[in-house]
């Protein structure tokens, strides 16, 4: 029977319980606030993992603490629990600071003189319960944070995952990658090159599943460490779309927006992505902001943009004559446009004028032009030209 405490902590695993406090790393950079004391204090009982959520909605894992001399995800996954402490989750989010605290304690790499990441495929080990109970909850996808020592393997900040037999590990691993600059490590398919290890064992299960390294020397963390497997776990939560939307002003909509205007009529084209309050943004959602933001002025309601995680059109394509389109008729297209995000999670590859078919790059441009405007004049412009 899972225990349960006032700050919804479950003991997954009995036989693991450790005083993690003697880690000098641990004492040294653990957030002092009430969910993070109650967490450890939950693991001398064993493996803690901590619930945000109603149980309900899409359900995502976060691992750290395989390796109990792996100490900046675990530092991470403390300060990511704190951080999430007073968010509303658009879903669920199961987060295992340490697996094994007794490891953790002795920053020891080792339960009972095994590697716990080549064991999970057997049953009774810290990591084969991680498997069994991802599969209890309906995990959708699980990220496994590790650090890698300079010199070792890979030796540099990295995500691991394969595209078989679930894609999605590997479309998980691009996007954490690209916007926290950590390498991508991909194979084929899951279960050969790693025999056992946790990711793997839960790809083969269809779970879509990857692994996260930070480069930080094992037995020691230092604040640049947790900050990057931080980021790590954040991005992985930001794609899994089950963290609260980001907040943009309608100032930062129309800044971003004159840099796209510019950088299109540079390169004839779209950059991959925006960073907009220092985070990246692919042009998806970008073009969702714009959509919102013109909808918003023109009702009166220039208030702050909520923006979850949307994905590009698959391609952009249509073909259209040149012209005017009037107010009336880009605030109808950007409202269907945004019907069509909240149904399909993604950017469509055109939008229907009374011009012909837009494609998706030049819908962005068109609504950079008509932000761009409105940040001159204050004022949306009774038609663009496209």
Same mark, same amino acid.
């Given at each position: 029977?899972?225990?349960?405490?006032?700050?919804?902590?479950?003991?997954?695993?009995?036989?693991?319980?450790?005083?993690?406090?003697?880690?000098?790393?641990?004492?040294?950079?653990?957030?002092?606030?009430?969910?993070?004391?109650?967490?450890?204090?939950?693991?001398?009982?064993?493996?803690?993992?901590?619930?945000?959520?109603?149980?309900?909605?899409?359900?995502?894992?976060?691992?750290?603490?395989?390796?109990?001399?792996?100490?900046?995800?675990?530092?991470?996954?403390?300060?990511?629990?704190?951080?999430?402490?007073?968010?509303?989750?658009?879903?669920?989010?199961?987060?295992?600071?340490?697996?094994?605290?007794?490891?953790?304690?002795?920053? !020891?790499?080792?339960?009972?003189?095994?590697?716990?990441?080549?064991?999970?495929?057997?049953?009774?080990?810290?990591?084969?319960?991680?498997?069994?109970?991802?599969?209890?909850?309906?995990?959708?996808?699980?990220?496994?944070?590790?650090?890698?020592?300079?010199?070792?393997? $890979?030796?540099?900040?990295?995500?691991?995952?394969?595209?078989?037999?679930?894609?999605?590990?590997?479309?998980?691993?691009?996007?954490?990658?690209?916007? !926290?600059h950590s390498r991508?490590?991909?194979?084929?398919?899951?279960?050969?090159?790693?025999?056992?290890?946790?990711?793997?064992?839960?790809?083969?299960?269809?779970?879509?599943?990857?692994?996260?390294?930070?480069?930080?020397?094992?037995?020691?963390?230092?604040?640049?460490?947790?900050?990057r497997s931080f980021?790590?776990?954040?991005?992985?939560?930001?794609?899994?779309?089950?963290? $609260?939307?980001?907040?943009?002003?309608?100032?930062?909509?129309?800044?971003?927006?004159?840099?796209?205007?510019g950088y299109y009529?540079?390169?004839?084209?779209?950059?991959?992505?925006?960073?907009?309050?220092?985070?990246?943004?692919?042009?998806?959602?970008?073009?969702?902001?714009?959509?919102?933001?013109?909808?918003?002025?023109?009702?009166?309601?220039?208030?702050?943009?909520?923006?979850?995680?949307?994905?590009?059109?698959?391609?952009?394509?249509?073909?259209?004559? $040149?012209?005017?389109?009037?107010?009336?008729?880009?605030?109808?297209?950007?409202?269907?446009?945004?019907?069509?995000?909240?149904?399909?999670?993604?950017? $469509?590859?055109?939008?229907?004028?009374?011009?012909?078919?837009?494609?998706?790059?030049?819908?962005?441009?068109?609504?950079?032009?008509?932000?761009?405007?409105?940040?001159?004049?204050?004022?949306?412009?009774?038609?663009?030209?496209?």
């Amino acid at each position: 029977m899972a225990q349960v405490s006032a700050a919804n902590i479950e003991i997954i695993c009995n036989d693991t319980g450790g005083n993690i406090t003697k880690n000098y790393y641990i004492r040294q950079y653990t957030p002092q606030h009430t969910i993070t004391r109650e967490t450890i204090a939950a693991a001398r009982n064993g493996t803690p993992m901590v619930v945000f959520g109603k149980d309900t909605g899409k359900r995502v894992m976060i691992i750290a603490g395989v390796h109990g001399n792996e100490l900046p995800p675990q530092l991470a996954a403390l300060k990511l629990i704190d951080y999430l402490a007073d968010k509303k989750i658009n879903g669920t989010i199961y987060i295992v600071p340490f697996l094994i605290p007794s490891s953790t304690a002795r920053s !020891s790499r080792y339960w009972n003189d095994q590697n716990p990441n080549s064991i999970a495929n057997y049953k009774g080990t810290p990591t084969n319960r991680v498997l069994e109970l991802a599969k209890e909850r309906s995990i959708k996808a699980l990220g496994d944070f590790h650090s890698t020592q300079p010199g070792g393997t $890979p030796g540099e900040d990295a995500v691991f995952c394969s595209k078989a037999p679930t894609y999605e590990s590997y479309r998980i691993a691009c996007y954490i990658s690209k916007n !926290s600059h950590s390498r991508l490590v991909a194979y084929g398919k899951a279960g050969l090159e790693y025999p056992g290890a946790l990711e793997d064992v839960c790809n083969l299960a269809g779970i879509p599943s990857v692994t996260c390294e930070v480069l930080s020397p094992h037995g020691m963390a230092a604040p640049a460490s947790i900050d990057r497997s931080f980021k790590q776990m954040l991005l992985f939560l930001k794609y899994s779309n089950v963290l $609260p939307d980001t907040i943009l002003t309608i100032s930062q909509a129309v800044k971003s927006a004159n840099l796209i205007k510019g950088y299109y009529e540079s390169h004839k084209g779209l950059p991959e992505d925006v960073t907009i309050n220092s985070y990246d943004y692919s042009m998806g959602q970008v073009l969702c902001l714009f959509c919102k933001v013109v909808v918003k002025i023109s009702s009166g309601y220039a208030s702050r943009i909520s923006m979850g995680n949307v994905n590009s059109a698959i391609v952009s394509s249509g073909s259209y004559n $040149p012209g005017k389109i009037y107010k009336s008729e880009y605030l109808r297209v950007a409202g269907r446009i945004l019907a069509f995000i909240e149904i399909y999670n993604r950017a $469509p590859n055109y939008a229907s004028t009374s011009l012909g078919r837009i494609p998706f790059q030049r819908l962005i441009y068109m609504y950079s032009k008509i932000l761009n405007f409105y940040g001159f004049y204050g004022r949306l412009p009774g038609y663009v030209t496209i």
